[in-house]
């Protein structure tokens, strides 16, 4: 038959097990919701990423347009503005050939 004091001994080295084997399973825990929490990371890393890059793209190819609009409608203006001008190139040269023949 075993003794109060072996039992209570049993008891207390049994208890140090469990202990034990609760601190090894919540460090595996703790590993394993790291691990999880770093890859969760990266991925949401990788996806913000790859995000940024579309926005990026998008935006280029926005800001190409807005350009080639900007462009486009410059050129007009400036074309516009030539043909006014060269409408005015002979009145202009007679007033110059006025200016002339009057100092002349």
Do not use: C, F, W
């Not at 940024?52 to 080639?68: N, P, V």
């Not at 074309?79 to 110059?96: F, G, Q, S, T, W």
Request: hydrophobic share 45%.
């Amino acid at each position: 038959m075993t003794s109060i004091m072996e039992r209570i001994a049993e008891a207390e080295t049994r208890a140090d097990e469990i202990i034990e084997e609760a601190n090894r399973t919540a460090r595996e825990r703790v590993a394993k919701a790291r691990t999880a929490a770093d890859e969760s990371i990266a991925a949401a890393a990788e996806s913000e990423r790859r995000h940024t890059a579309e926005i990026l793209s998008q935006a280029q190819e926005d800001g190409k347009a807005i350009a080639a609009e900007v462009t486009d409608k410059a050129k007009a203006e400036t074309h516009k503005l030539i043909e006014a001008a060269e409408r005015n190139v002979p009145e202009a040269i007679a007033y110059l050939m006025e200016r002339i023949e009057a100092t002349v």
